[in-house]
């Protein structure tokens, strides 16, 4: 009888410890859980808004930076080499120019699913892109590759990398035709300020996902798309006039505030922003991005009119449109334009030229290079 009690009792003894031993380890588990998913939260909270850069609308979300390229840690940093100090954001007034500001005329080149900038080294990653300017790009595309490739702007100096999504009717492929402007202006009030962009500089301007709210009121917003007589469009018009004449236009500004840190950051966004009003009404880069570069202003136009009902991105509606910039200009060719033309005061051509003040010259020869 006692060896059956004792029997009984050390049973009860081992089922208690087991159920106590299994108790501890789920609120081992459940500790360490929390502990991971407040770490987690203290890490995101850490990064850069958007670090994860997932984007909606690709045909797959590269959640984190990856080692390519000019990016060889895969940090999503990429250092400017040197960086520029010691610049204190201007807020005086100069004298007064309407104009300031120069055109390049690049042409489509190529379409293809490739994004340097969100998805470099990665082959068919993205939605469907346009691609303007230079035309190697793709998405092992760097600082050195386009410096060696050629370009379809009217400029042989800019070999920049210019693309957005891709736009279609139905599932019929539309091009812009011919050279598109894009215009480089002063986005700040104190125009002589403004310098060239560094080599290898990239951002993204606005965000597949973004909401047609968000579209309309983003900074760079001019006036929305535009065609026949119809204006300030946050997505594409039921209908255009049918004529050959008519056209889709959209113009959208770029962020022209640099951090003076980094050529991109993870999110393609954070080492750019836009400027500031002051109380004087005038705009100054704040003082986290004190370096004034050219304001970049897409002008595109579609050949498309009539029924628009089928009109599409491939990022989907006309409110997710963005697009990005990757610099590759001729250092020496840049800087002719810029100081010249946005900080000389002047409207100018793809030349340098203005043509209401023709005394002034122009910064490029009738080639369009440097004389």
């Not at 119809?230 to 008519?246: E, G, L, Q, V």
């Amino acid at each position: 009888m006692a060896t059956r009690l004792n029997r009984t009792t050390l049973v009860s003894a081992l089922i208690v410890a087991t159920a106590l031993a299994l108790v501890a380890l789920g609120l081992t588990a459940i500790t360490n859980a929390g502990a991971t998913t407040a770490a987690a939260t203290r890490s995101a909270a850490d990064q850069p808004a958007a670090a994860s850069h997932v984007m909606q609308g690709h045909k797959m979300a590269a959640a984190q930076p990856v080692a390519f390229g000019d990016d060889p840690d895969g940090d999503g940093y990429i250092p400017a080499n040197p960086p520029v100090t010691g610049v204190e954001p201007s807020q005086e007034i100069p004298p007064h120019r309407y104009f300031h500001e120069f055109q390049a005329n690049c042409s489509v080149t190529h379409t293809a699913p490739d994004d340097p900038i969100v998805y470099p080294g990665q082959a068919g990653a993205s939605h469907d892109h346009t691609f303007m300017g230079n035309d190697t790009t793709n998405a092992s595309s760097t600082t050195a590759s386009l410096g060696a490739g050629g370009t379809a702007c009217v400029a042989p100096g800019d070999l920049s990398a210019y693309w957005m999504p891709t736009l279609y009717n139905g599932n019929e492929e539309i091009r812009p035709i011919g050279p598109q402007t894009i215009y480089y202006k002063a986005g700040v009030t104190d125009y002589r300020t403004v310098r060239p962009f560094p080599k290898g500089l990239r951002f993204v301007v606005g965000s597949p996902t973004q909401t047609a709210e968000q579209f309309r009121d983003h900074p760079g917003m001019v006036e929305g798309y535009e065609c026949g007589e119809s204006y300030h469009n946050y997505d594409f018009p039921a209908a255009c006039p049918t004529s050959p004449d008519t056209q889709l236009n959209l113009r959208m500004q770029a962020p022209s505030c640099w951090d003076g840190k980094y050529l991109d950051t993870p999110d393609h966004k954070a080492h750019m922003t836009y400027p500031i009003v002051t109380g004087a009404n005038q705009d100054v880069c704040p003082a986290s991005h004190p370096v004034a570069l050219p304001m970049i202003e897409f002008k595109m136009a579609w050949p498309v009119n009539g029924d628009m009902s089928q009109v599409r991105l491939a990022s989907g509606t006309g409110h997710s449109f963005h697009y990005d910039f990757f610099n590759a200009w001729d250092d020496a060719t840049l800087k002719a334009l810029v100081d010249h033309c946005v900080v000389g005061g002047l409207q100018c051509n793809a030349r340098g030229y203005d043509e209401n003040n023709p005394g002034r010259g122009a910064a490029l020869d009738e080639n369009y290079e440097l004389p």
